[in-house]
């Protein structure tokens, strides 16, 4: 028992070492995906709000932005589970904070652990969407009357701009692919099809 365990420690550690070789050319394709990504967002809400509260950029796509422009081969990067974590985390994170207005203790909790297991039934895990969650409850006053419509923006339309930056940057660099798997579109009609 002891041996496996100390094989799976030495795994986890190579496969943690591997994701953190990055040549040069990474860094400049993650410098530029991150900064058009976040960029693109902040202009877009630029003089519709206070920069105090900028309601477009919240503080998970950030988070996002490491994982879609620097570890683009992560499965937790892909654009299932960019998309699907962040929508689903703010889906439930709204709807805890309608259930528990006054207790942001309680709903903080619940909001993360829900939508962690909620991202897990539906197979979109990526961890950003926790922060997505939590913010639908400690957010300032501008993000909670949103209501449902935070789902829609700013976390809809922010991860869609951070996917099509990150399809765009990841693409154009030859060393990059992204998505990981090519055939997402045929597997997409695929699933489709047969329902």
Request: aromatic share 8%; with cysteine.
């Amino acid at each position: 028992m002891k041996k496996i365990i100390q094989r799976q420690v030495r795994i986890a550690r190579y496969v943690m070492y591997r994701e953190t070789l990055l040549d040069f050319r990474d860094h400049v394709w993650t410098f530029v995906g991150a900064f058009c990504g976040i960029a693109i967002i902040g202009l877009m809400a630029r003089g519709r709000f206070e920069m105090v509260d900028n309601v477009f950029l919240i503080g998970s796509f950030g988070a996002s932005c490491v994982l879609v422009y620097g570890v683009v081969n992560s499965p937790l990067a892909q654009p299932r589970n960019l998309v699907g974590g962040h929508v689903v985390s703010a889906i439930v994170g709204v709807t805890v904070h309608y259930m528990l207005p006054n207790e942001i203790w309680l709903a903080s909790a619940l909001a993360v652990a829900m939508s962690i297991v909620g991202m897990q039934i539906t197979k979109t895990l990526h961890p950003p969407g926790g922060a997505t969650a939590l913010i639908a409850n400690i957010g300032s006053e501008k993000i909670k009357s949103l209501g449902y419509m935070y789902v829609l923006c700013p976390v809809l339309a922010g991860v869609l701009i951070l996917l099509l930056v990150a399809l765009l940057v990841n693409n154009l660099a030859p060393h990059r692919s992204y998505p990981l798997n090519r055939n997402w579109k045929k597997m997409l009609l695929r699933r489709y099809r047969r329902s």
